[in-house]
């Protein structure tokens, strides 16, 4: 079928479930009909920028934002290491974010100027189509009137339903309240802020719209906390840190419209039937249950202890009723691990081989491990594990190399898995590398280091891999120089690659990288500053000899500038002397 012939309604359809960045590469000059699709009749821009090279993304900035910015729904912005000071560079772009008026939704990421962010929220109240913000990483050293400042500038915006809010001041992420009431706020994500419980009826003061309250910490309640009805709360997640649960259980007490409870406690425990008792009595509309407890016993008897808290959990309302399953793990014989089975089930601590109890029907054990996505103990597969576990969802994975036989039988498949994390590589481990990689046809990110007792292990230049876009070798436990850079370059693992992190022990290495590497968008690189040189040559009468210069960072900046092309971005790392970001 001939794609021309489809209708532009089909067209504008399906432009829809495009990122902005993808639209003008695949539509853009094709024929005067599609650049007019792009530049009149398309409405619902959404572009995100967190992955893109910056030579297009000063393409996208400079020629296209200008005649589509009243048509842009969605906007994410980021300074992470991929794309360094990008923030500021868009701004330098546009006049200002008031041009943005149908704009619905704003991403920042990894922001670190508070002054940057006033501005920004500045000019969105103008914005009356703006619902959701969402500031992730972002970090500042200021103190608390600024972050004061940050709150009453979101809370001011007209239109805003959904808050995302993950900023620390000097790395803490206490709590400040609003002193400005929001009308229309109905779902904040404070993302691992700390609060006294008698805060969130403050909070609810200053929001009476709230409806879902996310993320937030709370870590003491004071002895004279008085609880008010919270009627408005429809769902809660929170995690809990003070040692009287009895507050907490008053607080779930005035939140009788609460159909999503998430809880993670880390303090005395409530068994089955105290919770049976909570819901049923106060929680009458609740219909997701979700809980986390992680206890330490003293007891000599910690079997006994188990059995008791696991059978509380076995009763008609949590079998026949809610049909709402737990798991519990005993760990190192002091610690209890105690998640409802709906939790991913992701292998940080926990250990396969210590006892696990469930409450399911047995017929649905094998659920504890299908919906397991992390695995993170890389010497979780060196240990005995039951015959009946499969992994067969697993996202994200941490290997300890060689790999032993029942791996396979173990993890069957690798079609989820997006990133890899490999240890102690050796030569010698080459062909279980490649078959990794071979399985996993949808992996993004792999990480490696060698065996730092090793000399640099050259096989890896040698697999292959179609899928993988992200190398991080900064861990390699190596120093590559000027001929291992070139050949890395030249490999036929990176011949995709379009971000890589690495440490180098010549300047240089950097430039013919970026040269070899074609599609390169960003490069992470660091030297040890004991090492770091410049091979200046100089010819002599009758041979070419070089010496060397150590380098500070600001003096590896100016040599690459005059070096590489004068689009690249290059950003020292403000807590690294001698590591670099390069956005290409």
Known sequence: MN???LPNEMFLTLFEYFNGID?????????????????????????????????????????????????????????????????NLFRSYISSFNQFTQLQSLKLFHLNSHQTLLEILTECRYLNNLTHLNLHSCSFQNDQVVLQSIVDQIWS??????????????????????KIISSSLECITMFYHEFEINQINQLLEYTPRLKRLLGCYLTSINDNYIAYPLPTLIDLKISFYSGDISKLIIFLQNVPNLCHLDINIFTERIDGYQWEKIIRNYLPKLKTFK????????????????????????????????????????????????????HPLDYHFERIDEKCKLTCPQEDYHQVFNNTTKIYDMKLFNQPIPSHIRFLNIKYLHIEFPINDKFWFIVPSLNRLRSLNVSSYADSYQLQLQTLLDRAS?????????????????????????SVRRFHLGNYNHCFNKEQCITLSRSPLMVQCEVLSIEVDDPECISNLIKNMTHLRSLYVYWDDKKNSLRLFRTTNDAESYYKISLS???????????????CSIIKVSDYPNHIHIWI
């Not at 915006?157 to 609003?178: E, G």
């Open 291 to 342: 809980l986390k407890c992680r206890m330490t016993f003293i007891e000599r008897n910690l079997k006994k202890q188990v059995d008791k808290l696991i059978n509380s959990f076995r009763t008609s309302f949590w079998i026949d009723e809610h049909k709402w399953f737990f798991r519990c793990f005993t760990y190192r014989k002091l610690f209890i691990h105690f998640y409802t089975l709906s």
């Open 3 to 5: 794609l021309e012939l």
């Open 157 to 178: 915006l007209p239109k805003l339903t959904n808050c995302y809010f993950d900023i620390s001041i000097a790395r803490q992420h206490s709590v400040c309240l609003p």
């Open 23 to 87: 639209l003008f590469r695949a539509f853009y000059n094709l024929n005067y009909r599609f650049n007019n699709l792009l530049y009149k009749q398309f409405r619902f821009y959404c572009f995100k920028f967190q992955s893109i090279s910056k030579r297009n993304f000063d393409m996208i900035c400079q020629q296209h934002l200008p005649f589509i910015a009243d048509r842009i729904i969605t906007l994410h912005l980021s300074n992470s290491g991929e794309t360094p000071n990008q923030i």
């Open 553 to 567: 960072a600001d003096e590896v900046i100016q040599w690459l500038k005059v070096r590489l092309p004068s689009t």
């Open 442 to 466: 949808h992996l993004e990110t792999l990480t490696i280091s060698q065996d730092g007792s090793l000399s640099v292990q050259l096989s890896l230049f040698k697999c292959t891999t179609t």
